[in-house]
């Protein structure tokens, strides 16, 4: 028996363990110390009441034979891919059916199953900083390569460059790819993109018969008019580019697992429909998402919840001004956080991201990411999760403005 | 853009569209027909109430901020897991850890995941007849070759022969494999295994480096005492197999999607160890069963609830009873159903599997699954799922006794 071989190229990663040595070893000698975690991207508000409502009237469904539910169609449950199509696409114009939305457990498992679809040679592109399910699910394929500990990157893979000379937005490729990692808003910049900027990437795609997978768990977020909530807003998107949408972020289904996956029908390689490659790998390898958090999700789109994940939505980005604005105060130059629940932190000393991650936790106390965690665009950069409780926020702000 | 080319390789499956255009042309001339759907293995009874009560306090956690879950730990939620531990592997003296146990939302897709493990170039066997799963996610990874329709078998996999000469439990490999698929209580045959023909495989695999992929999902129905629960009751096997677990038959958990794997810390080919790949691969693939749904699976240990689901069990092996009772009692071979929830039934008249399908329907208006779509040792035969409801058991018992 032989194993994936890929795996072992897999540099340890260490990120998370070596945040927690460092916290343990400082609790060792500041044991009444109160540590603010905004590391870990998970939010912090509990569900709006119409959705527990909803999971309490489908537990209830399950009770009797004659309103249980088994296996669920293929594909997701229509009560909830038409509230889909209404409320996110056709209100900004976008036609899509019903056989264009894969509900999932989530963005995570979508971001990395859809290389299944891909050829082993496919070439691929993503944007530095990146959110690592992109890179190391195709890792584990065997197409990035051979890592470079120096350049810490892979020899396969083309990165597009996102800093402060781009204002984080990254030129298309400059060669031919198959295949392009996008997402905006963005984690960890916080970044959204507007239509100019997508467009450039939607034009280069259909010119190269590259795909884009583009997404957008954060759209929920964006606040600036001119920023784009769905890749379909661009021209000829449908023929190029599929869109991951999660309610982990905007309705705080980090705990209950749901998210969908668009594929336009018309998208297509060689003549091969990618709808039904997916629907093929999907019939195959999933049973589908919970009836019970499916319904969860349906109750996200009634008007009063809505009105709740409004709020919630808001008191994030409120946190982010807040801390944004005191991080500025310190004179530090502060990214992100507009249309994000994200802000992406400057080192003011060039140091490398665990330099800096260590000043601000010997400093304030308070775990960050590490840059470097996200590509060798995130040296000298820690993201900051917004996420976190008003208890930690106010805290924060005491220990940033005294 | 190049797409996986695997997914070409595949047939068309038109097992379940044939089905259904029979179905409805027959409607067409026969409006008012009751067809009896004995076809997909879903279950008809709803969930024990104690499952229900914890979904709904699961939910009222996460209605305020200090009860709230958010992303679970890695590998699933410790008070669902020390239950398992205790009451599936304990209670059998199987000591297991608690790293050893993998949650996930259910055994489709840990079935059909576990292949990211393999190097591309394993040899594999199955059983035929098969849960297609095993097949299909390594003809997507390229490991099958090419499909011969005159065989029905895929040139790279080694098919072991189930059938009524060695009643239905196939010999070892007779050459050296890689991995072997193996299912007790088996779909679709509906028969179980003892500890001598396990013992076989699990001594096989240790003398050739192999891995044994053992699906027990309907382990809960077996009441033949000779029978295996685990292929850990086998010597060895925690050095050559991993165990794949399900909620979904044993307490109706189809609907809500959970399960579980077991992969022992010792298990490791070339130094590697498989649980580490395996723990690598989930948290860069999946983000864990809903916290939800783990409360329910917590719950299904619960001494009331155990009684509820024992009698869901009896009550589908009575009805599996009482029909192949009738069934024999019209002179047919029938096999399976004592242990497993299948009834495996062989054509009087040597016909094909859609032949014999389309007898049973024409004559008794039963859907059932031809044998064909489990293999080419399902010819002659089809499957009846007895997770039927009561109304359709009822009436199917009326008209084979009429």
Chains 1, 2 share one sequence.
Not at 126 to 144: C, E, H, L
Not at 359 to 384: C, H, M, W
């Amino acid at each position: 028996m032989r194993l994936n071989p890929h795996f072992s190229k897999f540099q340890e990663d260490y990120v998370y363990v070596t945040i927690q040595e460092k916290v343990e070893a400082f609790k060792q000698t500041n044991p009444q110390a109160n540590i603010l975690d905004l590391g870990i991207g998970d939010v912090s508000r509990p569900l709006a009441p119409g959705i527990v409502t909803a999971i309490q009237q489908a537990a209830d469904d399950q009770l009797k034979m004659e309103t249980f539910h088994g296996y669920g169609p293929k594909g997701g449950y229509s009560f909830l891919i038409e509230k889909i199509l209404t409320n996110d696409y056709l209100d900004k114009g976008i036609h899509l059916n019903e056989k264009e939305i894969f509900i999932s457990d989530g963005s995570k498992s979508d971001g990395a199953h859809i290389q299944d679809l891909f050829d082993d040679n496919v070439k691929i592109a993503v944007v530095d900083p990146f959110y690592p399910v992109y890179i190391d699910s195709n890792v584990m394929a065997g197409r990035a390569g051979e890592y470079d500990c120096k350049t810490r990157r892979w020899s396969q893979l083309i990165y597009l460059d996102a800093n402060e000379s781009n204002d984080f937005i990254s030129d298309i490729p400059n060669e031919v790819v198959d295949v392009i990692y996008l997402n905006y808003p963005n984690n960890p910049t916080g970044k959204a993109i507007n239509k100019d900027d997508l467009q450039r990437f939607v034009n280069y795609a259909n010119e190269n018969n590259a795909l884009i997978v583009f997404d957008a768990a954060y759209e929920a977020f964006i606040q600036t008019d001119a920023m784009l909530h769905s890749i379909y807003e661009c021209d000829g998107a449908k023929k190029c580019a599929i869109e991951l949408k999660s309610f982990s972020k905007s309705a705080g289904f980090t705990g209950l697992r749901l998210g969908y996956m668009v594929i336009p029908e018309e998208l297509a390689y060689d003549g091969q429909s990618l709808n039904q490659l997916w629907a093929r790998r999907e019939a195959t390898k999933f049973n589908g998402a919970s009836y019970i958090i499916q319904k969860a999700g349906a109750a996200v789109y009634e008007a009063a919840t809505q009105k709740n994940l409004r709020e919630n939505i808001q008191h994030y980005l409120t946190n982010a001004k807040r801390v944004k604005g005191a991080l500025e105060g310190l004179g530090m130059q502060v990214y992100g956080g507009e249309d994000a629940p994200y802000l992406w932190l400057k080192s003011p000393k060039e140091q490398s991201s665990w330099e800096f991650f260590d000043d601000l936790f010997n400093k304030y106390q308070i775990i960050s990411t590490p840059g470097s965690a996200y590509g060798a665009n995130g040296e000298q950069f820690v993201r900051l999760s917004m996420f976190a409780s008003d208890t930690v926020i106010t805290e924060l702000l005491q220990r940033l403005t005294k």
